[in-house]
């Protein structure tokens, strides 16, 4: 593979651009910086495709990333490959307004063909090529000019390694059938909701003190302040105030500014400078919560309740027999929440109970809350199996609906060997 010098340029980065645009799959991934900011600080970008890999310098002096950005965004007959590439994808619709796609992301798929959660890179490369990254220049200072020519090296290397992943796993995934599984949730990773900064929604991902309207009010309305607060300074928001102060806040307000500095968690000065009587404002504007705004509440149907909790934990001890037995992420199979509302009655808007998740799991979920399988102890080994086969003879040659070992669970049937461009263990 032909490794490019450093792009500082707009001509090299347009003439790299041109020839990627002709590629099937690119490999993208980005450095940057964000520890003290509240946007993220682009420093690097590299990308690469099956013949060539450069990194791309956005703090050049008068570099224009617009053909990356054309690239990465506009042109759907190129694949763009990330691995964990949430906030990758972030930085890049902060640039463009748009979010790559089509788009594929290795962590997300290594669920669907292992037991993997969240791999690592380092996990991923070693898992697939044999050999260890060396991490040294992780952490460094992406900002710095001029970088050196080992954070380069480590930094293309990032995207080298996936571009020699990516077929191969892709060969995976076709050979067991399991590519469409993930396309729900490649198309999640490239929603552009996901990365929208509006302060009037922020206020959703803190854990609300009470449905009460007027204290939901104020915390939509201080949240909203605190974030338009951070951007406007270039700041985590969690430097202007944390959440839980502000939910406290909202819960319990102050009537004068002079208050603040009895509230914990924000500094004496509050109660007479400047951002001080811009958080007063905020509250003294704040209305209360409309009812189309209300958080939903739990659902209607049969309270858990403690033989429910008993259900939720056989069917949280199914998904881990099966997840072992198909060899994938019990993640991707199933959430803790869908398992809790299947016990207690809920049958609809259930993930498990539609599509490939129902044909690999959620059949027997639901057979196992209706009665109609359980689990039994056949010679030491844990198995499902029909009540009618329970009730029976006790004949051994009934098939189970799952199956697991003494020291751990039954792995997948071993089915052809992996091959040589395949890692060990991956075989159906």
């Known amino acids: 593979m032909k490794i490019h010098p450093l792009i500082t340029t707009t001509s ?67 694949l763009k490959v990330f691995h964990a590439g949430g906030q990758d994808v972030e930085i890049i619709y902060n640039l463009s307004g748009k979010t790559p796609h089509p788009i594929f992301d290795t962590q997300i798929a290594m669920m669907a063909i292992s ?7 380092s996990n991923l490369v070693e898992s697939w090529l044999g050999f ?95 974030e338009v607060e951070a951007m406007d300074k ?31 968690g924000l500094s004496a000065g509050w109660k007479d400078n400047d951002i001080g009587r811009r958080l007063m404002q905020a509250i003294a504007d704040a209305k209360p919560l409309a009812d189309a705004e209300l958080p939903p509440r739990a659902p209607r149907g049969a309270p858990l309740g403690k033989e429910g909790a008993l259900v939720a934990d056989l069917l949280k001890l199914l998904l881990k027999i099966r997840s072992r037995e198909i060899d994938i992420a019990a993640r991707l199979l199933a959430r803790s929440d869908d398992l809790e509302a299947l016990a ?32 039994a102890v056949v010679k030491n080994r844990l198995k499902m199996a029909h009540i009618d086969a329970i009730a029976g003879s006790g004949n051994d040659d009934e098939e189970p609906v799952a199956d697991a070992d003494d020291d751990g669970f039954s792995p997948p049937d071993a089915g052809d060997e992996p091959s040589a461009d395949e890692p060990a263990g991956a075989a159906d």
């Open 12 to 78: 090299a980065l347009a003439e790299l651009c041109d020839r990627l645009a002709k590629a099937d799959f690119i490999t993208v991934d980005t450095e940057f910086m964000r520890e003290n900011t509240y946007w993220p600080e682009l420093c690097l970008v590299q990308i690469a495709d099956d013949k060539e890999a450069a990194a791309i310098d956005p703090l050049a002096p008068g570099i224009d990333l617009g053909p990356l950005l054309e690239l990465l965004v506009n042109n759907e007959n190129v």
């Open 115 to 121: 037991q993997s959660e969240q791999i690592g890179y």
């Open 132 to 226: 260890t990254v060396d991490k040294g220049a992780r952490f460094t200072d992406w900002s710095r000019r001029p970088l050196t020519e080992r954070q380069i090296e480590y930094a293309i290397g990032d995207v080298t390694h996936l571009s020699k992943i990516f077929p191969r796993m892709l060969k995976r995934l076709i050979k067991t059938g399991r590519g469409e599984w993930l396309d729900a949730e490649m198309e999640k990773l490239a929603d552009p909701e996901n990365y929208r900064s509006d302060p009037q929604v922020v206020w959703q991902k803190i854990r609300a003190p009470s449905r009460n309207s007027a204290v939901l009010g104020r915390l939509k309305a201080i949240a909203a302040w605190r």
């Open 234 to 264: 270039n700041i985590p928001r969690g430097r202007i105030m944390r959440d839980e102060t502000l939910a406290d806040i909202a819960s319990h307000p102050p009537r004068e500014q002079h208050e603040l500095a009895k509230v914990r």
């Open 344 to 375: 207690a009655g809920q049958r609809k808007g259930l993930s498990i109970l539609e599509g490939w998740r129902f044909e690999q799991f959620g059949r027997d979920a639901l057979e196992l809350v209706e009665g109609k399988v359980a689990f």
